[in-house]
C-alpha cells in the first residue's frame, strides 16, 4: 500500500456506469450511480490518559463498541458519527459508503502497541479489500496516545493516506478534547470536532463531516486548514459550552462563520491529562482562502487564551459534602459528587476507594444513604460468587491505581447480584450497552458499594438503577465524570460538587507530574 501505487490505481480507475435502482447501499460491488462517489468510512476511537496505569486490550473494544465490514451499515441504536455518516449518505444517494472498521473503548492509559497493531491491521485488511474511492470520512477521538507514539491518532491518518494515495480527500472527525497535532493537519484535507459538552452531537458531526467531503469531491470548496495551538490546559469540569467560558467562545466561532469570515471552526479544549509534548489547545479553523482562515483561527486563539482564568473550579473535600448533608437535611434531591480523578471517561481505572474510606471513617455509614461504584474485579467475584444475602469480608480498590491509593477492608452483605449489562438511558450515549463484568452490590450500613469487574462510564444513573438502587432516592450518590454526568444528573438534583480526591484525572492539574508538555504553559507558568 505504498502512496504512489494507491495514487496510480485511482487515476485508472474505470468510469462506472449508472445501474438500476437499489445498488446504493450495495458497498461489496464495484457499481455506482453516474457522478456518484465512493466514500470508505470508518472509525477507531479511544482517549489516552498518560498519568493512568490502566491498559487496554482488544477485549475492551470488543465489549464497547466494535462493528466491521457490512456491521457497520446494519442498523444499530448508536447515535454516533458512523450514524452521522449514514445520514448524510440517505441524504445525497450520489454517496456509496464503503465500510471498514469502527471500533471504540473507554477512556484509559496509554494503548499498548500490540492492541494499536491489532487495530491498525484490521484497518489496513479492510482497506485493501476496496474498490477504488473518492473520499475517506474517518471518526478519531484525537487524544489517542501510543506507548511508543504520543500522537496514535496521526499514526491512522498516515495509514489512511498511505492507502488513498495523496489526492483523495480525507476528513476526519475529532472529539472537542483532542490534542490536534501537526501531523492531523497536514496529513487530512478537513477536520470537524464536537461542538458540545458533554457531548451530544455525535450524529450532526459526522453529517457535518460527510457534507463536508462531497462538497470537496465535487470541487465545490477546497479548504484549507490553519491550525492555532494555545499553550494552556484547563479542568475538564469546565469544559461546558451550555454556560461560561465556552459557551462564549462558541458564540463567537459561531458568529465568525456567519459573518464569513471562514468557513468552518473547531475549538478544542484538549483534555488535560497528556504529559507530551506538542500538547495544547487548539483552534482550528478552516476556508478556502487561507489568509481569512488564518486570521479567524488567530481572532479565535486570543479569544480562548483571554478567557483562561474562567477555567478554574472549585473542588469540595468530603467532609464538607457530609456537613452539607446535614446542613439541608430534608432539601429534595441527591447530592451528587464526582471523583472526576478516577473518571473512567478520561481514563483512570474507576478502581479509588478514596471516597468510602472517607465515608466510613465519619461514620456516614449509620446516617446517610449513599450509592457508590468501584471497579475491582477480584472484590466484585467474591462478592458475586458468595451470593445474595452473605455476608462478606473484602479488600477493595487500587487494583490498578497503586500510585494514588491502597485497598481497603470492608465488611459488608451482598444485597444485589446484578448481571453487569445496562443500557444508557440518555443523551450522550443513549442507546449503548455497558458492560460492568460481574458486578454486586455491598451494603455497608447505609451505605451501598457497587463492585463491578470492568470499568464503564458512571454518570447515568442506569448504572446504579441496573443493581436496584435509585439515584433520586438516595442522599449522596457518587459518579465518576468531569461533566458527562451532569446530562443525566442534572434532571435529577442541583446540588452537584466535584470533589478534591487523588487520582490520574484529577482537576488539580499543578498537582500532577507534568515533564515533558511544552513550557511556558498555562497554568504551570506565569504570565502576568
Ligand atoms: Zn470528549
Redesign the pocket.
Known sequence: MEAAGAGAQRRARPVYKASAAGTRGCFHERVREENGMNIIIGGLLQ?SNTFSEASSAMRDFEQYYFRTGSQLLEPQKAENELAGFIKAAADHPEMTLLPTVFAQAVSSGKIPRRTFDELKRLLAERLAGLPACDGVLFTLHGAWVAEDNDDADGEIVELLRLHVGPDVPIVITL???ANVTRKLVETVDGIVG?RT?P?TDYVPTGYRAAELLRRIVRGEAKPHIRLCKVPMIVPAERHETARGPMAELWEEALAGEREGRCAMTSLFLV?PWLDIAEMGCSVVVMDDDPAKAEEEAGRLAASMWSKRKQFDIRLYGVEEMVVMLEEQRGRGGPVVVSDSADSPGAGSPGDSNFVLRELLRLKTHHRWNCLLSIVDPGAARAAAEAGEGRTVRLQVGHSVSRAYGEPLAIEGVVAKVGSGKFRFGGGTVAGLEANMGRCAVVQIGTVSVLLMENATFTGDPAMYRSVGLEPADADLVLVKSAAQFRAEYELLTDRIYILDTPGASTANLTGLPFRHIPRPMYPFDSFD
Do not use: G, N
Open positions: 482517549e472529539d472537542s478534547h464536537y459538552f457531548h483534555q
